[in-house]
């Protein structure tokens, strides 16, 4: 068979990396070696050859609040870090929870840079017939949400994918804050860990987003649940000197949540890494009292686990796993792995070479980060279906994203 392309590197395989290729026809992985030609034949020497992340937690801020994000730079940032499908929530301007909000989101999509999914708002007054036929999922918010309601709400999603942002409202405090301290003080531990209990005895298996506590993660275990965790909890703690560039929900906690995070991860108990990509201005983040919660991330999400890794911190293989497999497995793609039959979506990297972070250097249009100073490798290559869209880092291709459908 005749190949377009075959790219040469270290291939991971099992616990080690070994030199190999990767082969590529129309879009699709067709078989991998140790010695293969081409059409097209891209050596990149001693670099790791890996899949492309897949991030199922971002917020593009389109339609409604495109000065913060656009689906143009939005993409465009997710590229740079090696991210090539991202899915996006539904609260924006209009809310994506009726026919005409999925039409406006799907059509904010058609400039992006890489594959994006929609997500449809999970809420009474939602159309979830006209949402089954433009997004992979749906979302619930269970703080804006009496608990009593939140059976009939489960249930009214069926057997489709739910993400839930599990807080419950009875402990939310709406108070003035003004650090991180006092900003974890009003949405507590148990806000976060009733709702999750909540989920857990519910029996239904959905998606649990950014979990950020000891026993959420525990109270997961041995469900029909899967969940996430996101590099800035993962990362940063209340501790952490942001100040109002750090408040976000749930928020940073402390540095034994952390390190528990990490475990869970270690051992597969979090599923998957999302970076919950969620910019603001600078300006809106001036005050904290009034900041809006929410940080920028899906440049630096693949970046960040692949330090770990570097640092000894992960296994290559659940960093994969987390960051590219999972994800992409649970939203129903043929993406996220070096195999057979899988979108060419791949990076090439080496994890030596890092660089210092940033903000005003990254592509999201909000232009910081909370990883400021950080020392992170980035893809020298990305492919999306076969086509580089980075390459040496810089750009390459523009507007090759597709949107993703369900499939009729």
């Not at 075959?6 to 699709?28: E, F, H, L, S």
Request: charged content about 25%.
């Amino acid at each position: 068979m005749a190949y377009d392309l075959v790219v040469y590197g270290r291939i991971p395989q099992g616990y080690t990396t070994v030199k190999g290729c990767v082969a590529v026809k129309d879009g699709k992985i067709i078989k991998l070696g140790r010695s293969l030609t081409g059409d097209r034949v891209m050596d990149m020497g001693g670099m790791l050859v890996l899949p492309a992340a897949v991030d199922m937690h971002v917020h593009m801020r389109e339609p409604g609040f495109a000065h913060k994000e656009d689906f143009g730079s939005g993409t465009m940032s997710a590229a740079f870090g090696g991210v090539t499908c991202v899915a996006d929530m539904p609260n924006t301007n209009p809310l994506t929870k009726s026919k005409e909000g999925l039409e406006e989101k799907l059509d904010a999509m058609k400039k992006a840079n890489v594959d994006c999914a929609a997500y449809g708002l999970l809420s009474p007054d939602s159309d979830l017939r006209a949402l089954a036929k433009g997004t992979l999922g749906l979302k619930l918010y269970m703080y804006e949400h009496p608990p009593e309601t939140w059976p009939e709400l489960l249930a009214m999603a069926g057997e489709r994918f739910l993400s839930v942002h599990a807080e419950h409202p009875a402990y939310l405090d709406n108070i003035k804050v003004t650090t991180l301290e006092e900003h974890l003080r009003a949405r507590p531990h148990e806000a976060e860990v009733e709702a999750v209990r909540a989920l857990a005895e519910s029996g239904r298996g959905v998606h649990v987003a950014h979990v950020s506590t000891v026993d959420s993660w525990l109270l997961l275990a041995n469900t029909k649940c899967t969940c996430e965790a996101t590099p800035h909890h993962l990362y940063l703690t209340c501790r952490s000197r942001l100040g109002p560039l750090g408040k976000m929900n749930p928020p940073l906690r402390t540095r034994h949540d952390r390190d528990s995070l990490w475990d869970a991860l270690r051992v597969g108990e979090i599923d998957v890494v999302a970076s919950d990509h969620a910019p603001h201005t600078l300006e809106e983040k001036r005050e904290f009292s009034t900041a809006p919660s929410g940080v920028p991330g899906v440049e630096t999400i693949f970046p960040l686990m692949l330090k770990a890794v570097r640092d000894g911190e992960l296994e290559m293989r659940r960093c994969l796993e987390a960051c590219c497999e999972r994800p992409a497995q649970l939203l129903g793609l043929k993406k996220g792995k070096l195999a057979e039959g899988y979108d060419a979506d791949i990076i090439a990297i080496d994890l030596k070479a890092s660089r210092k972070v940033r903000g005003d250097e990254l592509h999201s249009k909000c232009g910081w980060t909370p990883f400021e100073g950080f020392e992170l490798p980035f893809p020298k290559l990305v492919m999306l279906r076969g086509t580089p869209i980075i390459a040496d880092g810089e750009l390459a291709e523009e507007r090759k994203g597709k949107i993703i459908l369900p499939i009729a």
